[in-house]
């Protein structure tokens, strides 16, 4: 694990948990169920395995990942998202949706794997469908919700996260009746 935050505030912990780079990458890839080591590395173009087993070492000691033996003919040791792990889709749902608005479609030059695609495709209808309350309290649907620099919302204690404080139990429930389905 890298450097740490030493912040006392949840989206900090977060990041200090699933924050390094290729971290949430593995995770994507585990979300589609469990995984060799190899077809891991085949999934994560780039990746050296040397940062391939610090990212699944840290995984593991964060609770988020787990490997196992499958029983025989296989005997292959696989690695999968524990239900701590698991938790994290409703997030990687949230992260594709918004990484999708300025994401544009693929040029000729750009690395595709169909893989990349079914995770954020699976994650993307439930939450088009789902609506959240604006930071005036009208219910929007959360494609239409786009922040705005002139935007205003109360902010109190931690000012990287605070931003959510009056909405983070309604959505965590309207994402756990998503992530589910």
């Known amino acids: 694990m890298g450097k740490r935050y030493e912040q006392y505030c949840p989206v900090a912990h977060a990041l200090d948990v699933v924050g390094d780079r290729w971290a949430l990458l593995v995770v994507r890839e585990l979300t589609q169920g469990p995984k060799r080591y190899t077809d891991l590395a085949d999934g994560l173009p780039g990746i050296g395995t040397n940062i391939l087993a610090a990212r699944l070492r840290d995984l593991e000691a964060a ?21 701590y792990g698991l938790e994290l889709k409703p997030v990687m749902r949230e992260l594709a949706l918004w990484g999708a608005r300025s994401l544009g479609p693929p040029t000729a030059e750009d690395e595709l794997f169909p893989g990349w695609l079914v995770c954020p495709i699976d994650m993307i209808p439930a939450s088009a469908t789902r609506s959240r309350r604006s930071p005036t309290g009208s ?27 009056g909405s983070t139990a309604s959505r965590s429930r309207a994402t756990a009746r998503c992530s589910s389905s």
């Open 139 to 165: 219910r929007t649907p959360a494609r239409s919700t786009i922040p705005t620099s002139s935007s205003k919302v109360a902010r109190r204690g931690c000012t990287t996260c605070s931003s959510t404080v």
């Open 63 to 83: 609770g988020i990942v787990m490997k196992r033996t499958l029983p025989p003919p296989a005997a292959s040791r696989v690695y999968e998202l524990t239900d």
